[in-house]
Antibody
Framework: QVHLVQSGAEVKKPGSSMKVSCKAS????????INWVRQAPGQGLEWMGR????????NYAQKFQGRVTITADESTSTVYMELSSLRSEDTAVYYC????????????????????WGRGTQVTVSS | SSELTQDPAVSVALGQTVRITCQGD??????ASWYQQRPGQAPVLVIY???NRPSGIPDRFSGSSSGNTASLTITGAQAEDEADYHC???????????FGGGTKLTVL
């Protein structure tokens, strides 16, 4: 089964940037979608965006547009998520989650469900 | 604010049946998926598509949908089912993903 390994916990200052990684194994990386989902303390899950390496496509949630960048390094099967201009409200556990694609009406589209998850990366933003 | 709405908390007596719901306009055109999350752990997919369970998920978990509402039903709830349950789907544009706010299930 797919294995997603995330980078370790970070503590950041307000106004700085964070960059979290997610290394995938046991999967054809180029055709597998990696999403980023975060969870603030005591809150629900929040989708941030996804990358589809085979198409070079990146989608971002409107809330994070302009502040988040998701990239992929196919040589190492690793996806990165960078979030800038950090504030205390960005304190959360950040998860990467895997997603497959299906053919629907002649188009290849993401399935919109996440069957594998990383263990999460705790990011704390504090002065 | 989330485009999918869930009740914050639901309780069920041990061995009884419980339904957890998820409402949103996007559910008229897309199936919801459901995730179980125990404290301190990553979410686990329990239901996807029309009513599909990944390998290893007990058959007491089932999913259904009607109009703008998706439901996760646990038939014969067990103590280990006590957890947070999150729904998600494509958003109305079809290009993004949305999550509900999550439902905390207590098994009494």
């Amino acid at each position: 089964q797919v294995h997603l390994v995330q980078s370790g916990a970070e503590v950041k200052k307000p106004g700085s940037s964070m960059k979290v990684s997610c290394k995938a194994s046991r999967v054809t990386f180029s055709s597998y979608i990696i999403n980023w989902v975060r969870q603030a303390p005591g809150q629900g899950l929040e989708w941030m965006g996804r990358i589809i390496p085979v198409f070079g496509t990146v989608n971002y949630a409107q809330k994070f547009q302009g502040r988040v960048t998701i990239t992929a390094d196919e040589s190492t099967s690793t996806v990165y998520m960078e979030l800038s201009s950090l504030r205390s409200e960005d304190t959360a556990v950040y998860y990467c989650a895997g997603e497959n694609m299906i053919t629907l009406g002649g188009d290849i589209v993401p399935v919109a469900y996440f069957d594998y998850w990383g263990r999460g990366t705790q990011v704390t933003v504090s002065s | 604010s989330s485009e999918l709405t869930q009740d914050p908390a639901v309780s069920v007596a041990l061995g009884q049946t419980v339904r957890i719901t998820c409402q949103g306009d996007s559910l008229r055109n897309s199936y919801a998926s459901w995730y179980q999350q125990r404290p301190g752990q990553a979410p686990v997919l329990v239901i996807y598509g029309e009513n599909n369970r990944p390998s290893g998920i007990p058959d007491r978990f089932s999913g259904s949908s009607s109009g703008n509402t998706a439901s996760l039903t646990i038939t014969g709830a067990q103590a280990e089912d006590e957890a947070d349950y999150h729904c998600n789907s494509r958003d109305s544009s079809g290009n993004h993903v949305v999550f509900g706010g999550g439902t905390k299930l207590t098994v009494l």
